[in-house]
């Protein structure tokens, strides 16, 4: 069965870095296109970044860009989310999923759809 595990969420200080991990089984992730998302309390689950199959790209919404990046680690089947410079806005329970279609323009995700191996999730929260 095809799935992800999420992992790595915490408690972090405002400013803080943290690292995520989401693996896969039961398929090859570096086929396929992968995107972190997010979900707030109380707030829609939204994509924050997405990383293309092969490692063609890499692709971010505005409000994390130049504070995220997306490693891929295909030997270990895993992608991670290092993020940096945490904001308030930032915590929620972050997921990993894989994506069928998007679109990207000027190097920002702009669109997507299709999701599919949801995990259930870690938590992530930003407080001094």
């Known amino acids: 069965q095809a799935q992800f595990v999420e992992s790595g969420g915490g408690l972090v200080q405002p400013g803080g870095s943290l690292r995520l991990s989401c693996a896969a089984s039961?398929?090859?992730?570096?086929?396929?296109?992968i995107g972190w998302f997010r979900q707030a309390p109380g707030k829609e689950r939204e994509g924050v970044a997405l990383?293309?199959?092969?490692?063609?790209?890499?692709y971010y919404i505005e409000s994390v860009k130049g504070r995220f990046t997306m490693p891929r680690n295909s030997a270990q089947n895993t992608v991670y989310r290092q993020m940096e410079t945490l904001k308030p806005e930032d915590p929620a329970v972050y997921y990993c999923?894989?994506?069928?279609?998007?679109?990207?323009?000027?190097?920002?995700?702009?669109?997507?759809?299709?999701?599919?191996?949801w995990g259930k999730g870690t938590l992530v929260t930003v407080s001094s």
């Open positions: 999923a894989k994506v069928t279609t998007w679109h990207a323009e000027g190097g920002l995700w702009t669109e997507y759809g299709g999701m599919d191996y």
């Open positions: 039961g398929f090859i992730l570096h086929y396929y296109d």
């Open positions: 990383i293309s199959s092969g490692d063609r790209g890499a």
